[in-house]
T-cell receptor
Framework: ETGVTQTPRHLVMGMTNKKSLKCEQH?????MYWYKQSAKKPLELMFV?????RVENNSVPSRFSPECPNSSHLFLHLHTLQPEDSALYLC?????WGQGTDTQYFGPGTRLTVL | AQSVAQPEDQVNVAEGNPLTVKCTYS??????LFWYVQYPNRGLQFLLK??????LVKGSYGFEAEFNKSQTSFHLKKPSALVSDSALYFC?????????????FGAGTRLFVKA
């Protein structure tokens, strides 16, 4: 276990649904990340929070809405998704955002299927 | 701009033989380089990283990687492969003079170790 948990592990939703992904880290880290992993594509960085403040938003569609209520929790709110949004969504954390040497620790991911 | 290339989609090796998973990178300035492994239905797990110093970096599960600045490479190696090493391997780069704080991941190389 890496100290980063994600729920749910699997999610199937229709295009009109609203759902949320949850991530929690038990490592005392100050930075948290959302990545999208699609088959045969590099990991896509979606959002970064540092000390609960969003510091990176990688041109992600507004149907994805992140929330970081404290340094241990990160949410990804989903609404009116498209089938091409089906992917594995990974949460990660690191000690800081600004230190290039910091290692990121990943959760197990949420496998999302949009029908 | 930073980039990472993993030229092989798949690597096949017999158990007990040495394995190499290739990675090349492009950054301005000094890079920070990482290797992660992903087992089925799991998130990415950190294997090792190069920050500075000795070009040969040793990591988890008997893996090591060699930083070669002139060839801009960071190949992952293991002297004797195990069937349990079969997984998806990601190379990543961070830092450099103009790289900012984002980690750029390669597309991944699938390693099959045959008994």
């Amino acid at each position: 276990e890496t100290g980063v948990t994600q729920t749910p592990r699997h999610l199937v939703m229709g295009m009109t649904n609203k759902k949320s992904l949850k991530c929690e880290q038990h490592l005392g880290h100050n930075a948290m990340y959302w990545y999208k992993q699609s088959a045969k594509k590099p990991l896509e960085l979606m959002f970064v929070y540092s000390l609960e403040e969003r510091v990176e938003n990688n041109s992600v569609p507004s149907r994805f809405s992140p929330e970081c209520p404290n340094s241990s929790h990160l949410f990804l709110h989903l609404h009116t998704l498209q089938p091409e949004d089906s992917a594995l969504y990974l949460c990660a954390s690191s000690q800081t955002w600004g230190q290039g040497t910091d290692t990121q620790y990943f959760g197990p991911g949420t496998r999302l299927t949009v029908l | 701009a930073q980039s990472v290339a993993q030229p092989e989609d798949q690597v096949n090796v017999a158990e007990g033989n040495p394995l190499t998973v290739k990675c090349t990178y492009s950054v301005s300035g000094n890079p920070y380089l990482f290797w992660y492994v992903q087992y089925p239905n799991r998130g990415l797990q950190f294997l090792l990283k190069y920050i500075t110093g000795d070009n040969l970096v040793k990591g988890s599960y008997g893996f090591e990687a060699e930083f070669n600045k002139s060839q801009t490479s960071f190949h992952l190696k293991k002297p004797s492969a195990l069937v349990s090493d079969s997984a998806l391997y990601f190379c990543a780069v961070r830092g450099g003079n103009t790289g900012g704080f984002k980690t750029i991941f390669g597309a991944g190389t699938r390693l099959f170790v045959k008994a």
